[in-house]
T-cell receptor, first 112, second 113 residues
Framework: DTAVSQTPKYLVTQMGNDKSIKCEQNLGHDTMYWYKQDSKKFLKIMFSYNNKELIINETVPNRFSPKSPDKAHLNLHINSLELGDSAVYFC???????????FGNGTRLTVT | DQQVKQNSPSLSVQEGRISILNCDYTNSMFDYFLWYKKYPAEGPTFLISISSIKDKNEDGRFTVFLNKSAKHLSLHIVPSQPGDSAVYFCAASHRSGTYKYIFGTGTRLKVLA
């Protein structure tokens, strides 16, 4: 069973479109994250939610909006997609702050 | 400003020998460090961690060393195996409850059979 699952695995879309990436974890963790890995391979945190409450928002454009309907789910909605949004987006979860993150397998977003 | 740096983008090691991956950090507030391993088309998987109260942590073939004064940590893999070929990321955080991990850019390890 996949502990952190994200869908879709690949997403190809045109500039200006709106798209969503979904993430679910079955580990019972309280905290979920979105990380972005860009073309230079930097893994940068975007958002973190703890028990459905936003606790980290790392100067991400407001075209990106996370939504956590419950503590097992953290979705990422992106409006007006731009070429620079092309990257691999990783969802992760952890039980608490000093615990390792458990990552999903990533969503490769390509904006053309 | 990259607070966690892995200056070697790649490393090749012969099977059975030791692999040493290095990581430097700039933020003296970091007190918890982790290593992750990543295969292509998969997410990073946790390997080993160390808190700043220790200078060494060992788990099987993997040992992490922390030198706080030098703001440097390293991961030793002994003996290296072909299945260890992957990208290795170090990460650091400050246990302030901010739930924020900062990652390095990774080192691609290739273990030659």
């Amino acid at each position: 069973d996949t502990a952190v699952s994200q869908t879709p695995k690949y997403l190809v879309t045109q500039m200006g479109n709106d798209k969503s990436i979904k993430c679910e974890q079955n580990l019972g963790h309280d905290t979920m994250y979105w990380y972005k890995q860009d073309s230079k391979k930097f893994l940068k945190i975007m958002f973190s939610y703890n028990n459905k409450e936003l606790i980290i928002n790392e100067t991400v454009p407001n075209r990106f909006s996370p939504k956590s309907p419950d503590k097992a789910h953290l979705n990422l909605h992106i409006n007006s997609l731009e070429l620079g949004d092309s990257a691999v987006y990783f969802c992760a979860s952890s039980p608490h702050s000093d615990s390792p993150l458990h990552f999903g397998n990533g969503t490769r977003l390509t904006v053309t | 400003d990259q607070q966690v740096k892995q200056n070697s983008p790649s490393l090749s090691v012969q099977e059975g020998r030791i692999s040493i991956l290095n990581c430097d950090y700039t933020n003296s507030m970091f007190d918890y460090f982790l290593w992750y391993k990543k295969y292509p088309a998969e997410g990073p998987t946790f390997l080993i961690s160390i808190s700043s109260i220790k200078d060494k942590n060992e788990d099987g073939r993997f040992t992490v060393f922390l030198n706080k004064s030098a703001k440097h940590l390293s991961l030793h893999i002994v003996p290296s195996q072909p299945g260890d070929s992957a990208v290795y990321f170090c990460a650091a955080s400050h246990r302030s409850g901010t739930y924020k991990y900062i990652f390095g850019t990774g080192t691609r390890l290739k273990v030659l059979a």
